[in-house]
């Protein structure tokens, strides 16, 4: 099974996101945008990983998410992986408090001591839009015309889910595993 741990985009931000993604489609723009029920904030992704090691991951999340409370979080500015200039994924950033840096910090840790080893990377927190189709290139003023189509709205995350991501035709299918309220 696939498995990733991330936050739920809760309203109003999900349907301003939703709104900004239908209208992207109708740009023809060489991206492959995400479906709207894809929507999350990806804290850990694990990757593929056998049926029997579920639990132990569930049990190093609880361990994790204690104390953490809901987090206050904003749309941000949209940005492109690896670059702005070299664009492979779109994005928004979202703006954080420093615990959802901490609670990214906690999993990182906690499933280390299990056998998943670090990012490596910073944790940027975003949501990922879309990506560019092999060799293509966006407008140049991509980035600009994406930045004007949106409110940069607040939101609140209460919950973290473990999903387990099912590829097949079409869209992948994110099946929640766990899910652990971040009250306090």
């Known amino acids: 099974m696939r498995l990733f741990v991330a936050l739920p985009i809760a309203e109003p931000a999900r349907s301003e996101v ?5 209208r992207l489609r109708s740009e023809e723009w060489p991206v492959r945008w995400i479906h709207e029920d894809g929507l999350h904030l990806t804290l850990k992704f694990f990757g593929e990983v056998a049926v029997e090691r579920l639990e132990v991951i569930a049990e190093a999340l609880r361990f994790a998410v204690p104390g953490t ?11 492109a992986f690896p670059s702005p200039r070299r664009p492979r994924i779109l994005w928004l950033g979202l703006v954080a408090p420093p615990a959802l840096e901490l609670l990214q910090d906690r999993f990182e840790r906690s499933t280390e001591a299990i056998g998943f080893p670090p990012e490596g990377a910073p944790f940027h927190p975003h949501l990922t839009l879309g990506r560019l189709r092999e060799g293509q290139r966006l407008p140049p003023d991509a980035l600009r015309r994406l930045e004007a189509g949106y409110q940069q709205v607040p939101f609140m995350a209460d919950q973290v889910v473990l999903y387990e991501s099912v590829l097949g035709r ?10 652990l309220d971040l009250g306090e």
């Open 18 to 22: 939703a709104g900004l993604l239908r």
């Open 69 to 79: 409370g809901p987090l206050p979080l904003t749309l941000g500015a949209p940005g």
């Open 170 to 179: 079409g869209a992948p299918q994110y099946q929640p595993r766990l899910t």
